[in-house]
């Protein structure tokens, strides 16, 4: 090559003066005699290297012949058949969704007319000393382990191909002198790496119908083949399965617009080969058993391209979706595969229920794993699905096919239609995309609402341990502890979230809503589910498979403790009731325990009494909420975080109710809490009628302070009982002593709390005790003559 010579004259003639040389040496009766190994390695050689050059210059006779002007596009009367249509419109589907060109990763021919070196080179293996030889005698000459050294041979040995039908004699010829010729498997594998390599227009223009030498190449294989042993044994214990290495190859391959192709190419050529000897052959023969491997794979290729052209972009497995990785059930969870086009759709479970029962009750869903699929309306359906990618137009037409407005993956898995493991999936997938994009908090509220449609506890239990494990413990971890805590956190993202108080009170409600559904599911045994996979129809494809994500969620889901999962209750409950965190450890001793991989797991130990710190810090924290709440009316429901803290610091429910009733009525929010005092067995009786005395004291000894001051009304004094008046000023002095600064007179505008809220206090206190009350009778009688005067209060 260095020399500047392109084709092997200058081998042959040291070929062939290294022949003469040998057949001189041979003429001595000693030397042929002898069993010397260097001559019988050099016969080999100059065998090995006569064999390349009669190979190479068929080829590189004919890339110099007149046949290099001819193509089958100038060739009349070819008409594509219906696989090939489908092909076409498949790659042209594959280049609209995403936005590429199918050549993009075809090689370049190197070279346009094959140089001799660059030939030998890929004939020649690095190390290789011996050569088996085949029935005619011929040394057995594989091309080189490189694929893509191998296929810029492949591109110049098959080219005669891709001219005229009496061109393709010059691919047979060359690969006869290689010593290939009924080696049939590798014949195959070799025209499968050339057939992928060849650009969209090449291909798309010469595989229709016999006639194409493409087609005709694979058609002449197969006819050899019936020739061969190989076959004959086949066929007496009843094997047949012709182009059994393309098929293989078919299924693996990762280019699934060329795979669809080549699999319809590979089905006339056995169609159009078989159907002509059916009847010579008795039926022994038939056409259609042979050609139905094939259709076979072309449906499963067709479905493999829907899954493709549907997840266009997203990372759904750690392989490429091919026929083998998806039949293998141990790459992909098909389940998995319908969730992410249900999301792609729309992230509201609600509306995804909705598709759900729509495809499962649409009569016009099919398998386009089945002949169904095969109809053009039915692919064209699926392409255009591919394209739209179920995007719902606003102003529909009546005429849009309804399938249109499906996730296309649950019509063509229909028979994988679990709610159960969906949701699972669902839940998972925008549990991820969260943790990806924390700053999208509806991504995690999305992904909640999908867990509630997890019905089964035992998918509920490891659904929700993987959430709380992955995406929700480490950011408590790192909040409480530090980012070198939470080593899956990245904290230049992080760490601003942690610092907003919306953020975390989002995040806050929704993790308590988990552990909520945690501890619905302590008492269930998360194993991996057994289940009978059968098809109804043998037809449709993939067979039903065990789920193996969910299956390796369940192994390693863990047994959970009640008393854990209410202390980490607690303890997040804890972080939305107060800024200030530094009490926490008081509060909760494990605390440096809590919120690892385990600890939901562990036993904690409950409070049965509250100790200072944790009274202390309830006590302000009702305080505070009932400062911050500024609505018109509060539910009880609004109390739940409240609630939970105590209960897990062993107080009553009642007590915090009643403690924040007193608040409420202490800082003059009558009006939010009026409606809450329905049912006294809610909350503790005597105390809050003891506090509630004391709060109606102080206003209304506010109240006759500016009475006094008023000489309009200093007849309305004249008219109140003395001793009342008395006994209401001791109390109100006696309770701003024990509550200082706790008991409010007057409203923020400086105005008097109203007369008729303290009356509607009084009355209530009045009702809840079975004996009468005299003091409540008294204040009531008060204030119903201080309400005479109400002008002075407002």
């Known amino acids: 090559q ?39 390695e050099l016969s080999i050689k100059i065998d090995l290297h006569t064999q390349l050059i009669l190979a190479y210059d068929e080829i590189h006779e004919f890339e110099n012949s007149e046949h290099m002007n001819t193509s089958l596009e100038t060739i009349d009367g070819l008409s594509e058949n219906k696989w090939v249509k489908e092909a076409i419109a498949w790659r042209e589907t594959f280049e609209k969704v995403t936005s590429t060109s199918m050549d993009r990763d075809i090689p370049d021919q190197n070279e346009k007319i094959l140089s001799f070196a660059t030939f030998a080179k890929g004939c020649l293996q690095d190390g290789q000393s011996s050569f088996k030889r085949n029935k005619t005698g011929n040394l057995i000459i594989y091309l080189c382990d490189s694929t893509r050294d191998r296929k810029q041979i492949l591109l110049h040995m098959f080219g005669p191909l891709t001219k005229d039908v009496f061109s393709s004699k010059s691919t047979y010829q060359a690969f006869e002198y290689l010593g290939l010729s009924g080696d049939f498997d590798t014949l195959l594998k070799y025209y499968g790496e050339w057939f992928m390599s060849l650009p969209k227009t090449q291909l798309e223009k010469q595989c229709n119908g016999v006639l194409c030498p493409i087609v005709r190449w694979l058609h002449d294989m ?4 019936m020739e061969s042993e190989e076959f004959t044994s086949k066929k007496d214990n009843d094997k047949l399965f012709f182009q059994e290495t393309l098929h293989k190859f078919c299924c693996e391959a990762t280019d699934l617009p060329r795979a669809f192709l080549l699999a319809s190419v590979c089905r006339d050529a056995i169609f159009f080969a078989t159907n002509n000897i059916e009847d010579k052959t008795y039926g022994l023969i038939k056409c259609e058993d042979c050609v139905k491997p094939w259709e076979t794979l072309l449906r499963k290729i067709r479905v493999c391209l829907c899954m493709t052209l549907r997840l266009n972009g997203l990372h759904v497995g750690p392989l490429p979706i091919t026929v083998s990785n998806v039949e293998s059930g141990e790459v992909f969870s098909i389940y998995q595969l319908i969730a992410h086009d249900e999301l792609s759709m729309t992230y509201k479970n609600d509306d995804i229920i909705e598709m759900e029962l729509f495809c499962v009750e649409n009569p016009d869903s099919f398998y386009p794993s089945t002949a169904d699929g095969d109809e053009p309306n039915n692919w064209k359906l699926l392409q255009l699905s591919c394209i739209q990618n179920g995007t719902i137009q606003e102003e529909e037409n009546v005429d849009t096919p309804s399938l249109l407005r499906a996730p296309l993956l649950l019509v063509c898995f229909l028979h994988f239609f679990e709610p159960v493991k969906l949701a699972s999936h669902r839940t998972l997938i925008l549990a991820q995309k969260w943790g990806e994009n924390p700053h999208s908090l509806h991504l995690l509220e999305n992904a909640l609402s999908s867990l509630r449609s997890v019905r089964d506890l035992k998918y509920l239990s490891a659904v929700c341990q993987e959430v709380w494990n992955n995406n929700i413990r480490p950011i408590y971890r790192a909040f409480l502890f530090g980012f070198h805590e939470a080593h899956e956190l990245c904290e230049v993202t992080f760490s601003p979230l942690l610092n907003d108080v919306c953020w975390m009170k989002t995040v806050n409600k929704v993790t308590l809503e988990v552990i909520g559904l945690l501890r619905s599911t302590v008492d269930v045994t998360a194993t991996e589910e057994i289940t009978d996979l059968k098809n109804e129809d043998s037809e449709v494809w993939p067979p039903l498979q065990k789920d193996i994500i969910l299956d390796h969620i369940l192994r390693r889901c863990g ?177 701003k002593k024990q509550r200082p600064g706790l008991i409010a007179s007057h409203r923020e505008d400086g105005k008097l709390i109203s007369l008729e809220n ?23 009688t008060m204030c119903d003559v201080l309400l005479k005067a109400n002008d002075v209060f407002e």
């Open 2 to 40: 260095n020399m500047g010579i392109v084709d092997s004259s200058f081998h042959s003639e040291v070929v062939l003066h290294a022949r003469e040389q040998l057949d001189g040496a041979m003429e001595d009766p000693a030397v042929a005699t002898s069993k010397n190994s260097h001559i019988e």
């Open 559 to 735: 047994t959970l403790d009640d008393s854990s999962l209410e202390t980490h209750s607690a303890v997040i409950c804890a972080l939305q009731l107060a800024d200030d965190v530094s009490s926490l450890p008081l509060c909760f001793p494990t605390i440096d325990d809590l919120f690892l991989r385990e600890s939901t797991m562990i036993h904690q130990p409950l409070t049965l009494q509250p100790n200072e710190a944790q009274s202390s810090f309830l006590n302000n924290a009702l305080r505070r909420k009932a400062f911050l709440f500024d609505g018109n009316s509060l539910n009880y429901d609004d109390l739940d975080d409240i609630t939970t803290l105590a209960r897990a610091w062993g107080m009553d429910k009642s007590y915090v109710l009643t403690e924040f009733l007193i608040v409420m009525y202490e800082q003059g929010k009558d009006d939010c809490v009026q409606h809450l005092i329905t049912s006294t067995r809610l909350i503790e009786i005597e105390r809050f009628q003891d506090v509630c005395m004391s709060i109606a004291c102080v206003r209304l000894d506010a109240a006759l302070t500016m009475l006094k001051r008023a000489k309009k009304y200093r007849n309305i004094l004249s008219m109140l009982d003395a001793d009342t008046c008395e006994w209401v000023k001791e109390q109100s002095e006696i309770v």
């Open 222 to 225: 197969v006819l050899d083949y």
């Open 758 to 780: 303290t009356q509607d206090l009084i009355l209530r206190v009045k009702r809840m005790s079975s004996a009468s009350r005299i003091d409540a009778t008294a204040l009531s």
